[in-house]
């Protein structure tokens, strides 16, 4: 019923997105990953939806179901997701990279289940590239907007983010606290553009969703 209501600020633009965690095989039964469940990002969907957005959202392995009117592209590893959004990406008007993307992949994924032997063992890893980097970077850039999750000095890790990757804007969320972030149904954001910041108190993650995209439409409008 709320999308009736909602204001259409995004009618006509397009929102392309990343969510939840990439997966990096070691062997064909193992993997490297991490705790996002893709809250956020399904969220925002979500909100860009009852705000007249077409979205596509590309998403790692998560356990949550399509909102309707949604494309939704599946995809592991993060090469995997890097390749769907530079499909995607010429005909976007915002990215959102809410994905928490591995920053390294196994070096060599062995073909067959790696047995044990001794009693130690080393992975070699390799770096990933950046997708929210490389989303930056596009000739046809859209408006181009990062998470950042940090455990200590916040503020500080979230600007050199915004400066280093090139970013309009990016969200920042403290993780040391158990009630933001990753696997909880709520969150606290502070969001940082060149010229500004502000303060989105702890809330449901769509409350967040339609408040974060609210100033995403504000600053394009500055811009
Ligand atoms: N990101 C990305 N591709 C990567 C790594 C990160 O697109 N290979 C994006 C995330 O989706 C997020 C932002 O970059 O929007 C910041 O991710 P984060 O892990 O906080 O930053 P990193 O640059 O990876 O730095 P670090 O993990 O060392 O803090
Ligand atoms: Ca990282």
């Not at 969510?19 to 705790?35: C, F, K, L, Q, W």
């Not at 403290?174 to 553009?193: E, H, I, R, Y």
């Not at 809330?203 to 974060?212: E, G, I, S, V, Y």
Request: glycine share 4%.
């Amino acid at each position: 019923v709320e999308q009736f209501f909602a204001p259409k600020i995004l009618q006509g633009l397009s929102l392309l997105l990343t969510a939840g965690p990439t997966r990096e095989a070691i062997d064909p039964v193992r993997y490297i990953s991490n705790h996002s469940s893709g809250k956020m990002g399904f969220a925002l969907a979500k909100a860009a939806i009852e705000m007249g957005a077409k979205v596509t959202i590309v998403a790692g392995p998560v356990n949550i179901e399509t909102p309707l009117n949604i494309n939704r592209i599946n995809v592991e590893s993060t090469q995997e997701m890097l390749d769907a959004v530079m499909q995607q990406v010429h005909h976007s008007d915002i990215f959102i990279g809410c994905a928490a993307v591995c920053d390294y992949r196994v070096a060599d994924i062995a073909t067959d289940k790696i047995k044990k032997s001794a009693h130690e063992m080393a992975l070699a890893l390799v770096r990933n590239p950046d997708i929210l980097a490389s989303v930056a970077a596009h000739p046809q850039r859209p408006f181009t907007v990062g998470f950042a999750a940090e455990t200590q000095d916040v503020a500080h890790y979230a600007k050199d983010k915004l400066k280093r990757k090139n970013l309009d804007m990016i969200a920042a969320n403290d993780v040391s606290d158990p009630s933001q972030g990753f696997n909880s149904d709520t969150n606290a954001l502070t969001v940082f553009w060149s010229h500004g910041q502000y303060e989105l108190p702890a809330t449901d993650k769509l409350t967040l969703a339609r408040q974060l995209l609210t100033l995403i439409a504000q600053q394009m409008k500055t811009a």
